[in-house]
Structure formats: structure tokens, C-alpha cells
């Protein structure tokens, strides 16, 4: 069941995903070579709660940590530990807040200090690749429409689509129906309608599409080794386009 939220509901996730866009705003200053991953959990988890709201993946399904941080290979769900950034990583924050009962949720891939041109080219065509698939959405569209347009553009640019994870719906819950792939074909799956909530997030890799899940049960990795970047967005469904909740 894909829910249609009420005004009451749109106002707190409009505060909830703003919350989410300044924690990401908050913490850019910070992601310098030497801070460890802890570090920045740490500031994300203060930063959040002076808001007044609660850091959503902080023992969600017993995740360890307060938002997912993850490095270079690593696609998703990397836990905060001693490591420290480096010169040349790119770095990916996935910060999700709970306000007064409601989520918001966005990943944004960053730059640590002076990056690889292939890092860069990861970076910008991710970034794209999300605007790419929010552009289609609206009432009345399909959710594969989305999945199409996202796809299309990674592959023209050769970037691998990561399949394993997809988005969501978002609400009370922060994993709602419906999923939202980055892959799929046009006027198929669920059909939007005005006052649905979906994150979009597109994971793409400069090399293969292939993914694998490390020893602590959380981290998802790229098979080859090679980088991956993750850009998302909840948004608003609206009557002829989309309003971002989590804007920064
Ligand atoms: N934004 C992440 C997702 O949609 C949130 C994960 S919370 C975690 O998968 F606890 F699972 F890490
Ligand atoms: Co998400």
C-alpha cells in the first residue's frame, strides 16, 4: 500500500528533510583528510538531536551507528569506525532524521580534498543521473519510468547500475512501499499520485555493476573494487512535478 500523506504529514516531513539538509550542510566543513568516520557519526548524531529530532538509522533492524558513511568501494551502509579520510576519497553520507514521527532521508557523495578525474566524473554523473529521474516524475507517472530514465542515463555514460538496492516510499516508516529501482522500463509499476513520499537514489559504480556484502553484515562493496557514488532525495509527489523535502 503506497500512502498519500495529509498536510499534517507533508508539513512535519518538509521539517524532517530539512533537518536532513542541513545536517549534510553542517557537516561539508568537516569531511577534511584525518577526521575518522566516528568523528563525523558523532557531530551527525549532535547536530540531528539539537534539532529536535532523532537520527532514523541509529538501530534500525540493529544497524550500529547514527547515519551510513561510506568510502570509495563501499556503495552503501558503511559503519563509523577509527578510519580517517583521505586525500582523494570520496565519501558518501546517508543521513536519514525522524521528526515528530516522520522521516527524512538523502545521501550526497563528496570529495575529500583533490580527487581522481574518473572521482570527479563518478561524482557529477551520479548527481545527474538523480536529477535525470526525478525529472520524470508527477502525478500520474509510473514508478518505472523512473527506473528508465536513471538507467538510460548511467549506461550511456558507462557507469555501473547498482540493482541489490533500490529506493523507497517514506513516511512514518523510513522504508515505505513503493520500492523505487534505478532500473526498469516505462509505464510499468506502481503509478504516482499527488501527496506520495518517495525517496529516489541512485548508486551507480565507475566500473561494474556488481556488488557484494563485507563480513559485518552492513557495508555493501563493489565486487571490482572500483569507486561508487550515491546521490537521493525524498520528495513530494506533486499534481505536475515534485517538491524536494531534503533540499540543502
Ligand atoms: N538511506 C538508507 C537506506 O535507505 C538508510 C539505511 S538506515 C540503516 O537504505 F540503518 F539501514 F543503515
Ligand atoms: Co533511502
Known sequence: MISIKSPREIELMRIAGEIVGDTHKYLIPYLKPGISTQEIDNLARDYIISRGATPSCYHYEGYPANICISINEEVVHGIASKRKLKDGDI?????????KGYHGDSAWSYPVGNISEEKKYLLEHTEQALYQGLRVVKEGAHVGDIGEAV????????LGVVKELVGHGVG??????PEVPNYGKKGTGPVLKAGMVIAVEP???LGTADVYLLDDDWTVVTADGEPSAHFEHTILVTKDGYTILTKR
Request: aromatic share 8%; hydrophobic share 35%.
Open 91 to 99: 565519501v558518501t553520507l546517508d543521513i536519514c532524521a525522524c521528526y
Open 151 to 158: 538507467e538510460t542515463y548511467a549506461l550511456e555514460h558507462q
Open 172 to 177: 512514518s516508516q523510513l522504508h515505505e512501499d
Open 203 to 205: 548508486m551507480l559504480n
